[in-house]
């Protein structure tokens, strides 16, 4: 066995691939048999993450959940920004350039209302939490876009690491409701051309939550609502420290 830990934490990275591939069989198999695809096997296997990982962090104490287990460490550099990065631009290599040019507006559109609807849901959110001012309310408003605009907006702004991290979770629950409830609901929205995609990932603007949402409900999707998804994430970025702050901060000075 101590043969078998050394070689599994010098090959961390493989492991973890292996840990990850086998949570994911077990959810796809629970999603079908049990659940007979009425919650995709994506939104299960982030869930039992979410549960890892928070195990992980109470039994040792850490920061970085299961990774601060020697055994799995590897799950740390496996679920970074690198290759998350590139799994999200990995998605827009089978979309097709014309439908892209020609549903530009719509996509430009859905980006504007999805960034807007989201953070003033946001604000509301961190109002009715207490709090009154602008650099807290920017946050929080930024982490309901998606929960990697939150925390870029707070340092920023200079926000406290507790509102960080609130708007981090605000951008989670948020990412797991578009993963769950995209297959529910894309029949009863129109959720069924590239067009629509694009104008949904526009909207939602979560890149993993719309990637997974949409490969449940129609894997043909995926690069469509992925392109404009990862649009939401640059163009939050740049209007919630500056624009949306400036608004903010006038209202609550």
């Known amino acids: 066995m101590e ?25 796809e198999i629970i999603s079908k048999k049990i659940l007979k695809s009425r919650i995709p096997g994506s939104a299960i296997a982030i869930f039992f ?6 195990w992980g962090g109470f039994i040792t104490g850490g920061e970085k959940g299961l990774a601060d287990l020697p055994l799995f460490s ?18 827009a290599i089978g979309a097709s350039l014309y439908l892209i040019v020609r549903s530009g507006m719509l996509g430009f559109i859905s980006l504007l209302i999805g960034i807007v609807l989201f953070f003033f849901i946001g604000v509301l959110v961190a109002l009715a939490w207490g709090f009154r001012d602008a650099a807290s309310l920017c946050t929080i408003g930024a982490g309901a876009c998606t929960y990697i605009v939150g925390p870029v907006t707070g340092a920023a702004l200079g926000a406290s690491s507790e509102v960080i991290a609130l708007s981090i979770g605000t951008g989670l629950v948020k990412t797991i409701a578009v993963t769950i409830f995209t297959p529910i609901a894309a029949k009863r929205i129109g959720l069924n051309s590239p067009e629509s995609a694009m104008a949904y990932g526009g909207i939602m603007g979560t890149s993993s939550g719309v990637a997974a949402g949409l490969a449940a409900t129609d894997p043909k999707l995926v690069p469509y609502g992925a392109v404009t998804a990862t649009f939401y994430t640059g163009l939050g970025c740049l209007l919630c420290p500056s624009v949306f702050y400036i608004f903010l901060h006038l209202i609550f000075p």
Do not use: Q
């Open 3 to 27: 043969i078998a830990f050394d070689i599994i934490e010098k090959n961390g990275l493989i492991f973890a691939f292996l840990v990850i591939g086998l949570l994911v069989l077990i959810s």
């Open 49 to 54: 993450g979410l549960i890892l990982g928070y």
């Open 74 to 91: 590897g799950i740390g550099f496996f679920g970074g920004s690198m290759f998350r990065d590139f799994a999200i631009v990995a998605t």
